[in-house]
């Protein structure tokens, strides 16, 4: 089924931030990013989903034909499902277990697995490379080994940039907030400079040691693709990825979106 032509409604729900995105003539033409509050009501999220469309310039929400949901926050899907119904007039498809045992890839624990995650790595394997290392740099830190024979290898997880660093103010009375800034000297000359070397040149060591590990482990060629929205801050991994793309995970729920899309397609003819 040919689907450039259509306008697709993604919204990927994160523990740290809301996505939404329109895919639109075989490209995503607007993201916008939010945080992922405590629970609201329904009305804020349909509210602020109108409010984006209507900054977007559409000009009215029956020019979107699909819409996708992937989520890692259970407590909002239900919420999140009835907003863009109310707001498009149509059921988002819910990446949810089921849809996973669904794809042509192998994907274990479907009940457990971040949905995210096996976006990352069907992206992955569809836009760039048999075999990939996905490194997303969220609010976890996670490295995800895909294969096209075998599916999803296996992954690892360590703490987010953000969430260490977060860990650290929060637990003592004097460090401040810092940003994340990688400093060129690995000795800091202030209290700012000395947690930013430690956290950032930390991590850098942490992403090569665990890729290096992994690769090891798997013993073949496998690319490695960053993503996540802090895949930018860490400037010294530039030559441990073979591609860089922030979209990667929306970039997968489009693809397991028009899988689903095709399978019921198939199912009426």
Not at 52 to 77: M, T
Request: proline content about 5%; aromatic content about 8%; some cysteine.
């Amino acid at each position: 089924m040919q689907t450039d032509n259509h306008t697709i409604l993604a919204i990927d729900t994160g523990n740290s931030n809301i996505v939404i995105a329109l895919y639109q003539d075989g490209k995503w033409s607007n993201t916008f990013a939010y945080e992922t509050k405590k629970l609201q009501p329904e009305f804020y999220y349909e509210s602020a989903l109108r409010s984006i469309l209507l900054e977007w310039n559409i000009p009215h929400p029956s020019v979107i034909q699909h819409a996708v949901i992937s989520s890692v926050v259970p407590d909002l899907n239900d919420i999140l499902i009835s907003a863009v119904h109310n707001v498009t007039g149509i059921y988002p498809l819910l990446i949810n277990p089921e849809v996973l045992k669904n794809l042509d890839i192998y994907v274990p624990l479907p009940y457990e697995i971040g949905s995210d995650l096996v976006a990352n790595a069907y992206a992955a394997i569809r836009d760039y490379h048999d075999k990939c290392i996905i490194v997303d740099f969220g609010t976890a830190l996670t490295f995800t080994a895909v294969d096209r024979s075998h599916g999803i290898l296996g992954v690892t997880i360590a703490p987010g940039l953000k969430t260490a660093m977060y860990a650290l103010f929060s637990k003592t009375a004097q460090l401040p907030v810092v940003p994340l800034e990688i400093p060129q000297n690995i000795l800091g000359h202030d209290t700012v400079s000395a947690i930013q070397s430690g956290v950032l040149h930390g991590y850098v060591g942490l992403v090569r040691e665990i890729v290096g590990q992994i690769k090891k482990t798997l013993s073949e060629d496998y690319k490695v693709i960053a993503t996540g929205g802090l895949s930018a801050v860490l400037l010294p991994l530039d030559d441990l990825f073979d591609y860089k793309n922030r979209m990667l995970t929306l970039d997968g729920i489009k693809h397991i979106y028009l899988h689903q899309l095709n399978l019921k397609y198939d199912a009426n003819q």
